[in-house]
């Protein structure tokens, strides 16, 4: 079965900015590609390239077995978009703003209505049909923008970090909404910045920086390029904090990093643990906490970027993208 998204060798200049530089990826049918990457990487002009908002200066896409450029109508009628920040109008309710795009899709007024009850029901809004969005809180509206970008049932759907600025319990409630419609078949690219949603939910991960792909893999994957273990120390007394970490050092011949109290280091063998357990005994150092954990995709970018996913100080030119459309 061909793939639901393929793109190759996309390019994307913005004057003297390049926000794409040769990107490829690929998802097939009924799953989550992951695209991750901070701030600036060109998570989003991928996004807009591939729902044809956007056209690449070089390369080639191709969505639901269409040309994003020679058949852009054609890939419009297959997908849905949820972008970085709610798209609903305030002051309609949120049975207005459904129906509304069900009108603007051709569907019939009985049809419209229908399916905004339905879509309205499914994301747990049925209560607020009737208020107008400005009232509800910022996971509603997250909710109702997916539910609209789902009015059209459409096969493949474009979330560009869907879940920006959500409580842990509303990201939680997205995620769950995800996983059904890839049970439902549809096929959804999601870009993100948090490592947990993409370890969550992606069934592959493209790890795209400064507008180029960097890494492809499922989580699995990617999580043993940057070590089988990373090995994480706290001891009893916070001010051998240093010691831990002179000692850690020394034995996995890597520089440690240190969250507060705990002192983590990349553990290349099954060795490490005992032997760091015995020279902090050696030297009066006892443990609170040790364990011995798989990799996370936060370590797995730093060890492919060298920079952390989040990083405040990109330059994020996918922002400069959205100032250009508007």
């Known amino acids: 079965m061909p793939p639901a998204i393929e793109a190759d060798g996309l390019v994307k200049r913005f004057g003297a900015t390049t926000a794409l530089a040769?990107?490829?990826?690929?998802?097939?049918?009924?799953?989550?590609?992951?695209?991750?990457?901070?701030?600036?990487?060109?998570?989003?002009?991928?996004?807009?390239?591939?729902?044809?908002?956007l056209a690449p200066d070089e390369g080639r896409a191709v969505v639901g077995g269409h040309d994003v450029i020679t058949e852009p109508h054609r890939v419009r009628s297959l997908i849905g978009l949820t972008g970085q920040y709610a798209g609903v109008?305030?002051?309609?309710?949120?049975?207005?703003?459904?129906?509304?795009?069900?009108?603007?899709?051709?569907?019939?007024?009985?049809?419209?209505?229908?399916?905004?009850?339905?879509?309205?029901?499914?994301?747990?809004?049925?209560d607020a049909a009737g208020r107008a969005a400005r009232t509800y809180s910022g996971?509603?509206?997250?909710?109702?923008?997916?539910?609209?970008?789902?009015?059209?049932?459409?096969?493949?759907?474009?979330?560009?970090?869907?879940?920006?600025?959500?409580?842990?319990?509303?990201?939680?409630?997205?995620?769950?909404?995800?996983?059904?419609?890839?049970d439902d078949g549809v096929t959804v690219l999601l870009t993100t910045q948090y490592l947990e949603e993409a370890d969550q939910l992606a069934d592959d991960i493209v790890v795209i920086d400064r507008g180029a792909v960097v890494a492809t893999g499922t989580p699995d994957d990617l999580k043993a390029r940057a070590g089988a273990a990373v090995l994480q120390m706290r001891p009893t007394d916070a001010g051998?904090?240093?010691?831990?970490t002179r000692i850690a050092a020394e034995?996995?011949?890597?520089?440690?990093?240190?969250?507060?109290?705990?002192?983590?280091?990349?553990?290349?063998?099954?060795?490490?643990?005992?032997?760091?357990?015995?020279?902090?005994d050696d030297v009066g150092v006892r443990l609170a906490e040790l364990t011995l954990r798989r990799a996370t995709l936060d370590e797995v970018f730093l060890a492919l970027t060298g920079r952390r996913a989040v990083d405040e100080s990109s330059t994020d030119s996918d922002s400069t993208t959205d100032r250009e459309l508007v």
């Not at 600036?40 to 044809?52: H, I």
């Not at 096969?155 to 997205?174: K, Q, V, Y």
């Not at 051998?240 to 831990?244: F, G, L, N, R, T």
């Open 89 to 126: 109008d305030e002051a309609l309710t949120g049975t207005e703003n459904l129906v509304l795009i069900a009108r603007l899709l051709g569907q019939g007024r009985a049809a419209a209505k229908a399916r905004a009850a339905d879509l309205l029901g499914q994301f747990g809004l049925g």
């Open 240 to 244: 051998q904090v240093a010691v831990v």
């Open 251 to 280: 034995l996995a011949g890597a520089t440690p990093t240190v969250d507060q109290d705990t002192v983590s280091v990349p553990a290349g063998d099954d060795g490490l643990m005992p032997a760091v357990v015995r020279r902090l």
């Open 22 to 53: 040769g990107a490829s990826l690929s998802a097939a049918e009924g799953t989550v590609l992951g695209v991750l990457g901070p701030n600036g990487a060109g998570k989003t002009t991928a996004t807009r390239v591939l729902a044809t908002l």
């Open 139 to 182: 996971g509603m509206r997250r909710r109702l923008d997916l539910a609209a970008s789902l009015v059209g049932r459409p096969r493949i759907l474009f979330l560009d970090e869907p879940t920006t600025g959500l409580d842990p319990a509303s990201r939680n409630e997205l995620w769950g909404m995800v996983r059904r419609l890839t």
